[in-house]
């Protein structure tokens, strides 16, 4: 399956991240963050609507990350989620921090038609989505020491 050309990036939530911290997609990573990459390969494949579910202490951060011209909002409002999953289209979703990796398998990443989203987020109140596909080329970032692994792939494979 293409990439749908809407999609949902999930970030930390402003209280999982200490005071004086950034979110692991805003961190460094061999001289850009992985947000930074992540809305490059995400506008190369095709997305028109991005939601990147944030707070708004990031907000501002996370925007800068993406070309002004980009149809992107930051928000943590149900309202604006509920919004972009208000289709039978396919709808991209990263549930967590992702660095791009077109090589890798398919894994965490997913797809499904916005009503499936609907259905099991609002409805069923569970991640398990109906209908979903895995999508491949996406690698997840749990913590600060996955940042320190890719850090050091890139550098081998960034030259």
Same mark, same amino acid.
């Given at each position: 399956m293409p990439q749908p050309k809407r999609v949902v990036l999930f970030a930390e $939530?402003?209280?999982e991240i200490p005071e004086g911290s950034l979110p692991?997609?805003?961190?460094?990573?061999?001289?850009?963050?992985?947000?930074?990459r992540c809305a490059e390969a995400l506008l190369q494949n095709g997305a028109e609507q991005i939601l990147v579910v944030a707070g708004p202490r990031?907000?501002?951060?996370i925007r800068a990350c993406f070309p002004a011209e980009a149809n992107v909002t930051v928000s943590e409002?149900?309202?604006?989620?509920?919004?972009?999953?208000? $289709?039978?289209e396919p709808v991209f979703v990263l549930p967590r921090a992702a660095l791009p990796?077109?090589?890798?398998?398919?894994g965490f990443a997913y797809a499904a038609s916005g009503r499936d989203?609907?259905?099991?987020?609002?409805?069923?109140? $569970?991640?398990?989505v109906q209908g979903a596909e895995l999508i491949g080329g996406w690698l997840p970032i749990f913590n600060r020491d996955t940042l320190a692994e890719y850090e050091a792939l890139l550098s081998t494979t960034e030259r």
């Open positions: $939530t402003d209280a692991l997609m805003l961190e460094p990573l061999h001289g850009r963050s992985a947000l930074a990031f907000a501002p951060s409002q149900s309202e604006a989620l509920s919004a972009l999953i208000d $289709t039978d990796m077109p090589s890798v398998g398919a989203l609907q259905d099991a987020w609002r409805v069923k109140l $569970t991640n398990a």
